[in-house]
């Protein structure tokens, strides 16, 4: 069974706008990841949060996470075209399980 | 450069045949990992291996082998038995039991 549920399923908005998404969790987790997937290709790595850290940053990405509501957001600020891809959360506890996926559009 | 190789891109698979997608990594991972994604939905694991010689099975591995036998590969085959197997098959890799995991670029197996 899947562990995390993202939301919403799809996303578009105007390039230049911001972009967040939710991934909610069940059991209790080591770290939670974000990855992208650009159509038709592998996932790739965007950052990495441990259970114990609150806030994370990376470039235009900001990571948060609540581990007592179980609940993670990714914020892509001042979004591009390239953005466009589907985003995925996934929890790394007693195993590694990925979320359904976040479908983002960015309109140029 | 480093990376995780899968082969071969596009694959046929025809009734009652048995294909085998190949994966092949140079990160020096001792982990590595299968996963299924259908159209539209996450990943759903197939089979992982922590150290040559040695895997369990996921959450899908019915109709599903795997082996292990060198550090570098990790080769899965959809058996006859697998009789829905239209799907895009994607393999990883990881260094540690924490962190990132390192994705090839898949292979999309179809039923002629």
């Known amino acids: 069974s899947q562990q995390g549920e993202e939301d919403p399923q799809a996303l578009s908005i105007q390039e230049g706008e911001n972009a967040t998404m939710n991934c909610s969790y069940k059991?209790?987790?080591?770290?939670l990841q974000w990855y992208r997937q650009n159509s038709g290709r592998g996932l790739v790595h965007l950052i990495l949060?441990?259970?114990?850290?609150r806030e994370k940053h990376s470039g235009r990405l900001r990571v948060t996470l609540d581990t007592s509501k179980k609940s993670s957001s990714l914020l892509i600020t001042a979004s591009r075209a390239a953005d466009t891809a589907s985003y995925f959360c996934a929890t790394d506890g007693n195993q590694f399980y990925f979320g359904t996926g976040t479908s983002l559009t960015v309109i140029p | 450069d480093g990376g995780i190789t899968q082969s071969p891109k596009y694959l046929f698979r025809k009734e009652g045949q048995n294909v085998t997608l190949s994966c092949e990594q140079n990160l020096n991972h001792d982990a590595m990992y299968w996963y299924r994604q259908d159209p539209g939905q996450g990943l759903r694991l197939i089979y992982y291996s922590q150290i040559v010689n040695d895997f369990q099975k996921g959450d899908i591995a019915e109709g599903y082998s795997v082996s292990r036998e060198k550090k570098e590969s990790f080769p899965l085959t959809v058996t006859s038995a697998q009789k829905n197997p239209t799907a895009f098959y994607l393999c990883a890799s990881r260094a540690a039991l924490e962190g990132p995991q390192h994705f090839g670029d898949g292979t999309r197996l179809s039923i002629l």
């Open positions: 059991t209790s987790i080591n770290n």
């Open positions: 949060i441990r259970s114990n850290e």
